[in-house]
């Protein structure tokens, strides 16, 4: 059974830096592209960052020059460095793994609240 777990969310002033982290289990995903979304409330779910099974990146506007996504596909799991936080990276943050023509997996989720 796959597994998605992420961890590293928590409350950090503005200006601040959180790590996340995705471990998957159940089966190895180096070849899938992964993903980072997230969903502040009462809004629609967004794409934060993607990073393809070859490494390639792309990030959203918003924070492009402050997250920077990476993967340890020896450790199966997914990274998600956000600096210079900021009050609307509130959200909670989901981690993705792609699946052409099936539906993605996704973890859980793990709140981030960037608040003073």
């Known amino acids: 059974q796959v597994q998605l777990v992420e961890s590293g969310g928590g409350l950090v002033q503005p200006g601040g830096s959180l790590r996340l982290s995705c471990a998957a289990s159940?089966?190895?995903?180096?070849?899938?592209?992964m993903a980072w979304y997230r969903q502040a409330p009462g809004k629609q779910r967004e794409l934060v960052a993607r990073?393809?099974?070859?490494?390639?990146?792309n990030y959203a506007d918003a924070v492009k020059g402050r997250f920077t996504i990476s993967r340890d596909n020896a450790k199966n799991t997914l990274y998600l460095q956000m600096n210079s936080l900021k009050p609307e990276d509130t959200a909670v943050y989901y981690c993705?793994?792609?699946?052409?023509?099936?539906?993605?997996?996704w973890g859980q989720g793990t709140q981030v609240t960037v608040s003073s």
């Open positions: 993705n793994v792609e699946r052409p023509f099936m539906s993605d997996y």
């Open positions: 159940g089966r190895t995903f180096s070849s899938n592209a």
């Open positions: 990073i393809s099974g070859g490494g390639i990146t």
